[in-house]
T-cell receptor, first 117, second 113 residues
Framework: GAVVSQHPSRVICKSGTSVKIECRSL??????MFWYRQFPKQSLMLMAT?????????EQGVEKDKFLINHASLTLSTLTVTSAHPEDSSFYIC?????????????FGPGTRLTVL | QQQVKQSPQSLIVQKGGISIINCAYE??????FPWYQQFPGKGPALLIA?????SEKKEGRFTISFNKSAKQFSLHIMDSQPGDSATYFC????????????FGQGTTLQVKP
């Protein structure tokens, strides 16, 4: 159990376009989802926290107008990178936290490799 | 105070040996300490987690040792195998809070055959 999927697994786009990444909890309801960014050989950097039905909370330094997060249901959150530029190229990973006894446990998706040309 | 410091940055161990990765924290409000394993190009996978009410937790070849007074915890991988070669992250969070995990810097483990 506790499977989180992400789609797409990799995407290549031209500079100036927008890209949407989906994160789904497949076998549990995720009250909270998190979006991370990871550069090569570095740790995970939390970008934002989203709770179902409410606005996302962004970490300091993360542009909320550039990285749009929507958590429309208990199993789906989306990250849209608007007007992507080469510096947005990175590995984006979501995680989900469920309700109930194991609320501290975050389960991670497989990640999405974004390359902006 | 929100940092979690992880060491070493990289580690090379012979097959069958013990791999030890250490983490230290400052915030005494942290009460949940998971370890994640990440292979290249994949998302992190939860390995094992511990809470401060126990000093040790073992799951198969993986053991977490926790020292509350020293504010340190460590991951021990017994009988290390080449398949254990990956990057390991420790983390900490506060129960009932936002759920945010504070991650360590990561340790790249290479197990030589």
């Amino acid at each position: 159990g506790a499977v989180v999927s992400q789609h797409p697994s990799r995407v290549i786009c031209k500079s100036g376009t927008s890209v949407k990444i989906e994160c789904r909890s497949l076998d549990f309801q995720a009250t909270t989802m998190f979006w991370y960014r990871q550069f090569p050989k570095q740790s995970l950097m939390l970008m934002a926290t989203s709770n179902e039905g409410s606005k996302a909370t962004y970490e300091q330094g993360v542009e909320k107008d550039k990285f749009l997060i929507n958590h429309a249901s208990l199993t789906l959150s989306t990250l849209t990178v608007t007007s992507a530029h080469p510096e947005d190229s990175s590995f984006y990973i979501c995680s989900a936290r469920g309700a109930g006894a194991a609320t501290d446990t975050q389960y991670f998706g497989p990640g999405t490799r974004l390359t902006v040309l | 105070q929100q940092q979690v410091k992880q060491s070493p940055q990289s580690l090379i161990v012979q097959k069958g040996g013990i791999s030890i990765i250490n983490c230290a924290y400052e915030n005494t409000a942290f009460d949940y300490f998971p370890w994640y394993q990440q292979f290249p190009g994949k998302g992190p996978a939860l390995l094992i987690a511990i809470r401060p009410d126990v000093s040790e937790k073992k799951e198969g070849r993986f053991t977490i040792s926790f020292n509350k007074s020293a504010k340190q915890f460590s991951l021990h991988i017994m009988d290390s195998q080449p398949g254990d070669s990956a990057t390991y992250f420790c983390a900490a969070s506060i129960t009932g809070n936002t759920g945010k995990l504070i991650f360590g810097q990561g340790t790249t483990l290479q197990v030589k055959p």
